[in-house]
């Protein structure tokens, strides 16, 4: 399994909606070919950071849905959201155990 974690922070206070856009989500990652899930958390004592976790069969499964589907899927992204500058991390992982 390969894992795709994008983390960035809230600027301007928007969190909630950041959140609400999540969970109202199109869902059109879902129907991609090798994807397997996804979580989205926020640290605790971080309220404004956002951590989105993909979890594909292979790192190419991810490569490809990024190569022709990124923009269409922060078509959600709540109008005037602003991001700590810096602050967007993206980090791919393999799976060791379950």
């Known amino acids: 399994m390969f894992v795709a974690l ?3 922070e809230v ?3 928007m969190e909630a ?3 609400e856009a999540f969970v109202k989500r199109p869902h059109l990652v879902d129907s991609a070919a090798g994807f397997l899930g ?3 958390l ?3 004592d ?3 950071e956002i951590w ?3 979890y594909w069969e292979d790192d190419s499964s991810y490569k490809d849905w990024y190569k022709h589907h990124m923009k269409e899927a922060h078509e ?3 109008k005037g959201l602003k991001l700590v500058p810096g602050s967007t991390k993206v980090r791919f992982f393999d799976q060791v155990t379950q």
């Open 46 to 48: 971080k309220l404004n």
């Open 6 to 8: 994008s983390v960035f």
């Open 11 to 13: 600027a301007n206070g």
């Open 17 to 19: 909606e950041v959140k």
């Open 76 to 78: 959600g992204v709540p």
């Open 52 to 54: 989105v976790m993909t």
């Open 42 to 44: 926020s640290p605790q």
């Open 38 to 40: 996804m979580k989205v």
